[in-house]
């Protein structure tokens, strides 16, 4: 079975120009979430999907960050105009339960983007 | 709110040297709670978990305690190998809600 794969692995971009990150989960898994680790800092929560539709995007840092999940299948993450301090690695989870006592969180391998 | 705390690294033993990566939370709830690995090269990969007061994780050797009086999850292991080298991250997950929150990892360095 395949697992959470993300693209690119990495990407290099200009400030002000736009990226777009893609994750697809691990098939059936309705839950999916996006989280970025700044360099040296904690991985923090950017927001969560069920299905379709966004659950919580309380963590997602400004408007210059759009995420969806069209037909509740992949999800993209777009970073428009990209900014110096957006610069990390990206990751992204899915998992199977909704609110369950042992539901496991598969991550992939992240997208490292970096704004020069 | 939730929040994590592990301590700063990098760590580096030598092989088969005893390690302690220490780990301590603060949560509202009763929150579960999980040590996550990530190889070089590689994605994060769930290493161990406990979901209640006084339960033991263990995987590959790793083990971890929930201790809910002294809020703390601390990752042991009695012989560490240089394949263990990775960054560790200490986190939880409060069953309101479907969020992992992280601490910020360490970094083990293992050294032949």
């Known amino acids: 079975e395949a697992g959470v794969t993300q693209f690119p692995s990495h990407s290099v971009i200009e400030k002000g120009q736009t990226v777009t990150l893609r994750c697809d989960p691990i098939?059936?898994?309705?839950?999916l979430y996006w989280y970025r680790r700044v360099m040296g800092k904690e991985i923090k929560f950017l927001l969560h999907?069920?299905?379709?539709?966004?659950?919580?995007e309380s963590g997602m840092p400004n408007n210059r960050f759009l995420a969806e999940r069209t037909g509740g299948t992949y999800s993209t993450l777009k970073v428009q105009p990209a900014e110096l301090e957006d610069s990390g690695v990206y990751f992204c989870?899915?998992?199977?339960?909704?609110?369950?006592?042992?539901?496991?969180?598969?991550f992939g391998q992240g997208t490292r983007l970096t704004v020069v | 709110g939730n929040s994590v705390t592990q301590m700063e690294g990098p760590v580096t033993l030598s092989e088969e040297a005893f390690l302690t990566i220490n780990c301590t939370y603060t949560a509202t709830g009763y929150p579960s709670l999980f040590w996550y690995v990530q190889y070089p090269g590689e994605g994060l990969q769930l290493l161990l978990k406990?979901?209640?007061?006084?339960d033991k994780g263990s995987n590959k050797g790793f083990e971890a305690t929930y201790r809910k009086e002294t809020t703390s999850f601390h990752l042991e292991k009695g012989s560490v190998q240089v394949s263990d080298s990775a960054v560790y991250f200490c986190a939880l997950s409060d069953l309101r809600d479907d969020k992992i929150i992280f601490g910020k990892g360490t970094r083990l360095h293992i050294l032949p």
């Open positions: 406990a979901t209640k007061a006084d």
């Open positions: 989870a899915s998992s199977q339960a909704f609110r369950g006592l042992n539901t496991e969180a598969f």
């Open positions: 999907f069920v299905k379709e539709s966004k659950q919580d």
């Open positions: 098939s059936g898994h309705d839950n």
